[in-house]
């Protein structure tokens, strides 16, 4: 028989008291938005310095708003949508799950916008602010993913070609990739050393645009390849061409990072 490692069965409850319960994945975005917010704190102080102090305490709300109405309107729209037109009222019980990275980051986007007009400051340094920050919450984001067992790999059909697989408990009698984890690994650690190295070179921070740039690629990328491995929404299951949703949402991304990039460099030249 061949080994398979077991699934740790975290509770995805951490305490309850009567009807209030503490989760980890509401405890997973607290601690990308604490962090993050400390985070781009000292990003703040170096040059181009986009933002003061003040203003990224004040955005740490618009920012909660952005990520939590963004994410749950983006999962409503792009992943439920005939659902939720038949029940409207389901679409307001967040606990419930159903959150989409790239919703959140159009409410982000939408929130940073309109932050930055009302405060006089440069779009596209903010941008670059927020996207070196923003693997830090996408990390957190998919352990809660992986503690949740939801989101899990396709079925493996070689166990012993892939010896960290795991049998989930919502995910049949079959071992799978633990694909939240490669996104934690890709889209969180990794992107975040990336962008953390190249934001400190004070020649790139100065080509407004091109961090974001990068970002939007860098996620883009990883998400479409971890796609490969991560088992398609049942309700949606693959679209044409044999592509994920989370691929086609990806597509614009890469193109407007790869636009941010040449234009930050034809700036720059």
């Known amino acids: 028989m061949t ?16 009807p209030l319960a503490i989760r980890w994945y509401a405890l997973a975005y607290i601690a990308g938005l604490l962090l993050g917010w400390q985070y781009m704190k000292r990003l703040a102080k170096r040059p181009p310095q986009a933002m003061t102090e003040i203003d990224v305490d ?20 792009f992943y439920n949508a005939d659902f939720y ?18 919703g959140g980051l159009l409410g982000v986007l939408a929130a940073g916008y309109i932050f930055v007009r009302r405060r006089g ?46 049998v989930f408990p919502h995910g049949g009698p079959f071992p799978r990739h633990p694909s939240q984890l490669y996104e934690a690994a890709l889209e969180g650690l990794l992107l975040f050393v990336v962008m953390h190295l190249l934001w400190r070179n004070e020649a790139i921070r100065a080509r407004h645009g091109l961090l974001c740039g990068v970002f939007l690629v860098g996620y883009a990328l990883a998400r479409s390849f971890v796609e490969l491995f991560r088992e398609p929404d049942a309700h949606i299951g693959l679209l044409g061409f044999g592509l994920t949703m989370g691929q086609i949402l990806s597509a614009p991304m890469l193109m407007i990072g790869l636009f941010l990039i040449f234009r930050a460099k034809r700036v720059a030249s």
Do not use: C, Q
């Open 3 to 18: 080994f398979v490692l077991p699934f740790p069965n975290i509770d995805p409850i951490l305490l309850s008291v009567g």
């Open 58 to 77: 004040d955005f740490l709300v618009w920012a909660t708003l952005g990520v939590v109405l963004g994410g749950r309107f983006g999962y409503v729209l």
């Open 85 to 102: 037109l038949a029940n409207p009222g389901a679409a307001l019980r967040v606990w419930e799950g159903g959150m989409s990275f790239h």
């Open 121 to 166: 400051l440069k779009t596209l340094a903010v941008a670059d602010l927020l996207a070196v920050t923003a693997p830090i919450g996408i990390f957190f984001g998919r352990v809660a993913n992986f503690i949740n067992g939801e989101l899990f790999g396709r079925r493996v059909t070689d166990p012993e070609t892939v010896p960290w697989s795991m």
